[in-house]
Nanobody, 115 residues
Framework: QVQLVESGGGLVQPGGSLRLSCAASGTIFSIPVMGWYRQVPGKQRELVASIVRVGSTNYADSVKGRFTIFRDNAKNTVYLQMNSLKPEDTAVYYC?????????WGQGTQVTVSS
């Protein structure tokens, strides 16, 4: 079973950037679609970006044009480059397969966008 560990979150001012990393303990090449999700207290977890093994991507409308997802299968890592961050991007960010696999959710990484 693959374990996923997210990192790279933090406090950033509006308009700033962060790069999140999702390191897998095993190979992610066997997982066809990987995604980044986010969750705020009291709301359901939402999928914000996904990437197919061969590289095609999809984004939620709320992040399109600002976020970029990419994966390095050789390093078993999935990244989320977040630019032009807004306060409404504040959330805990998780990576997982798409659809999410119940045993794969990690601790997430907190992203806070505030001045």
């Amino acid at each position: 079973q693959v374990q996923l560990v997210e990192s790279g979150g933090g406090l950033v001012q509006p308009g700033g950037s962060l790069r999140l990393s999702c390191a897998a303990s095993g190979t992610i090449f066997s997982i066809p679609v990987m995604g980044w999700y986010r969750q705020v207290p009291g709301k359901q977890r939402e999928l914000v970006a996904s990437i197919v093994r061969v590289g095609s991507t999809n984004y939620a409308d709320s992040v399109k044009g600002r976020f970029t997802i990419f994966r390095d299968n050789a390093k078993n890592t999935v990244y989320l480059q977040m630019n032009s961050l807004k306060p409404e991007d504040t959330a805990v960010y998780y990576c997982n397969a798409v659809p999410g696999l119940s045993g794969y959710w990690g601790q997430g990484t907190q992203v806070t966008v505030s001045s």
